[in-house]
């Protein structure tokens, strides 16, 4: 999946460097959910391209109609021979005598088309691996919806990303803001009467979506660049109606003349109601999708893919089930609210697994009690890890009723104090009947929870730890670094790298820099991070002039490296934490730690190797004692750097990200040997389903 922010364009769904799940059916479907047209005309050797990402599928229950739309180019008949001879049932080409162009081939297929549901992808162009399986189920879960497509990249001859979609309904009268790469219900392309043969020098899908309008249809647009619109050198030549100006206006004209009603009326409207709680179909699995599975798969279900601590140790925990113990991971992100920031990082996962759901991108909250119990099975899924999901817990009843041969385990980071008397670690007590097994961040957290009431026997602590030969200030150009960021080789850096987020307390972290400025004219601090508190900091360092302090936003994992590499002070007054990765981080990259003496900190930040203060109960007392703290490590340079290099020594003599890999994969096999010989009581079935339905009628974010 593409990262918007910075786009590789190389980087596409059929690239050797990208990740894949697994996908292979155990069997052809007894009949397809899902039918794929693809018009073929001369279409050259990119064609392979196409069908990499068809055969890559989450979603493998389908069949793929190829529409030979009158080639006579030996090379591409070829090609049609070749896919045609392959032992896949699913795979029909279909003949047109003469070339009659795209309108007529997807009518063609939409003819033949065995299941409910017509996807359409062109030849040349390239689709994610889970898009097909959102799209299906987006459109199970959203019956109002007549169409879905996806956020789209363009790329080869032109690069660029587009987020139009079918939401910015008024737009279609004056443009077309979709490509003619879509699912759609069969029975309202059927009902439209299909595309219009009539139309051969492009736009036709454009006319497509108006003369679904003009009949009361319309869809949606799923928040995520899962389609690739490949752009070739002659297009605008080849497509005249969109290249030339003067016929892209006229043919403009045209569908204003023809859809008259649309301009004067305005687009329809869709309606939002979702599907009747406790209705039959609520729980019902529409689809098998069952895949062949040859190593263990793993399900972790999390609130999102933000920036944070807790989100870079799921990162890490991938990263070693992937590639140290060639696990298959699955992805799900369970909130149901969030801004711009909230799954800023899901690009990044994506570089890990292909099998990646972002559940409120493409579902209705209603669905997904049902869909997570979908995955379990189409993945025959050997373990389901919660990690700070509320909804994962609150579904465990279900789930488990659902999936008894499945091993359920949890991961909690910290003790919330003014949520639900304890946060997760509460949530993960109340469900301990659910789990198989509980790891914790810190001996600290394990004690919180044994001393309220949790089984000793199934409690235990994993440290998040960290890669100390990638954390390394050794690979950087400390020098390098600070001349390109304007930093004087003198000055001492302080950072402060976090989601800007209540729990980081900015507020303290303002007020501490702001005393700091007239004692020391010679610091500059660099704020790395994003989050709905950003917009105050940037106010309090507009308001009280504290130009020393550079606001940097999100930054990459490499960007934080080199900004950890060129600086001397980590300083993070969090309000409560388990261990903040953060910390780790910082003591591997060498700089002496400034924070707070809250969860299980002291196990990491040991005399010598940083400063941990206690929290009090008056905000003022405690800005004066970070204030002194800091002070004198830029007063004295010497101890500072001491302190940083024994903070060093100890991330690598005792918290190894490999460690933490190894432990992580035996406490998965522990819990699935403990499901195996000491299964939790089942809880009946319509009970578990009843329970599902009222989890999904309270107002759970995530």
């Known amino acids: ?21 697994q ?30 990402c068809v055969f890559n599928q989450s979603l493998q229950d389908w069949e793929w109609l190829i529409i030979n739309d009158g080639s006579d180019d030996p090379d591409a008949l070829a090609i049609l021979d070749h896919y ?6 699913r795979i029909r080409i279909i003949h047109q005598i003469n070339n009659q162009g795209l309108s007529a081939a997807r009518n063609k297929g939409a003819l033949h088309a065995q299941s409910q549901f017509l996807f359409f992808v062109d030849g040349d162009d390239l689709i994610e691996a889970t898009l097909l399986e959102k799209c299906l189920w987006c459109l199970l879960s ?43 219900r069969k029975i309202v392309y059927q009902a439209v009467g299909g595309c219009d043969i009539d139309i051969r020098d492009g736009m036709e899908d454009w006319d497509f979506w108006l003369r679904c309008a003009s009949k009361g249809y319309w869809g949606d647009t799923i928040p995520e660049y899962l389609f690739w619109y490949r752009r070739r050198q002659n297009h605008e030549q080849r497509w005249t109606n969109w290249g030339d100006s003067q016929k892209f206006e006229q ?4 569908l204003h003349i023809k859809y008259s009603t649309l301009v004067e009326q305005g687009m329809p409207s869709l309606a939002t109601a979702a599907p009747t709680m406790y209705s039959e179909q609520s729980l019902w699995l529409p689809v098998d999708n069952s895949l062949k599975k040859n190593k263990k798969r793993i399900m972790l279900l999390v609130p999102w893919f933000a920036i944070g601590g807790g989100d870079k140790f799921n990162l890490d925990l991938i990263g070693q089930l992937v590639d140290r113990h060639d696990c298959d991971v699955t992805l799900v992100a369970t909130n149901t609210y969030g801004d711009t920031w909230s799954n800023i990082w899901l690009p990044v996962f994506a570089k890990l697994s292909s099998d990646l759901f972002v559940l409120k991108h493409f ?43 499945v091993a359920f385990m949890d991961y909690v980071h910290m003790e919330i104090p003014n949520w639900m008397n304890g946060g997760f670690p509460r949530l993960s007590l109340m469900y301990q009947q659910q789990l198989d097994l509980t790891l914790t961040t810190s001996n600290h ?10 089984d000793p026997k199934k409690i235990e602590t994993c440290y998040i730890n960290i890669d100390a030969d990638a954390w390394n200030p050794a690979l950087f150009n400390r020098t390098a670094i600070r001349a390109d960021l304007g930093i004087a080789q003198n000055a001492t850096v302080i950072t402060y790298v976090c989601r800007l987020v209540d729990q980081k307390r900015p507020q303290i972290f303002a007020k501490v820099m702001n005393a700091l400025k007239n004692e020391h004219p010679n610091i500059i601090c660099l704020v790395a991070g994003d989050g709905p508190e950003r917009g105050f900091l940037e106010k309090y360092i507009e308001d009280n002039d504290l130009s020393f302090v550079k606001m940097l936003g999100a930054q990459s994992e490499n960007e934080v490296k080199q900004l950890l590499a060129c600086a001397d002070i980590f300083f993070l007054p969090s309000d409560h934490e388990g261990i903040a990765l953060a910390i780790y981080e910082a003591m591997a990259m060498g700089l002496a730690v400034v924070g ?25 007392a405690e800005i004066q004692a970070y204030t002194a703290t800091l002070s004198m490590l830029i007063k004295d340079p010497q101890r500072c750097r001491r302190v940083g290099q024994m903070a060093q020594l100890r991330i690598r003599d005792h918290f190894s990200l490999n460690a933490m890999g190894d432990f992580f994969m035996q406490a998965i096999q522990r819990a699935c040997e403990i499901t195996r010989t000491h299964p939790p009581a089942r809880i009946p079935q319509d009970l578990a389903n009843t329970w599902a339905l009222e989890v999904i009628r309270l107002p759970v974010q995530s």
């Open 84 to 89: 045609a001879q392959l032992a896949d049932p």
């Open 363 to 405: 579902l209705n909250p209603t669905d997904f009690p049902r869909f997570l119990h979908y995955l379990i099975r189409s993945r025959k899924i050997d373990s389901v890890v919660v990690t700070h999901s509320e909804l994962g817990y609150r579904l465990l009843p279900y789930l488990r009723a659902q999936c008894p041969q």
């Open 142 to 184: 959203k019956p109002a919806l007549s169409f879905i497509n996806s956020f789209t990249v363009h790329f080869g001859s032109k690069e660029d990303v587009s987020k139009s979609d079918f939401g910015e309904r008024e737009r279609f009268l004056v443009e077309n803001c979709a490509t003619s790469n879509f699912m759609i």
């Open 23 to 52: 996908y292979q059916a155990d069997h052809p479907p007894a009949s397809p959910v899902v039918t794929i047209i693809t018009p073929f005309y001369n279409t050259g050797a990119v064609f392979h391209e196409t069908a990499v």
């Open 596 to 620: 707070a003496d809250v969860g299980g900190q002291s196990e990491l930040v040991t005399t010598g190797c940083g400063f941990l203060l206690p929290r009090l109960n008056n905000d003022d």
């Open 251 to 254: 043919f403009r004209d045209s």
């Open 1 to 21: 999946m593409i990262d918007p922010q910075k786009p590789n364009y190389l980087s596409t769904p059929v690239h050797p460097s990208r990740r894949r799940f």
């Open 445 to 454: 957290l394990t004690k919180w929870m044994t001393d309220r009431g949790g």
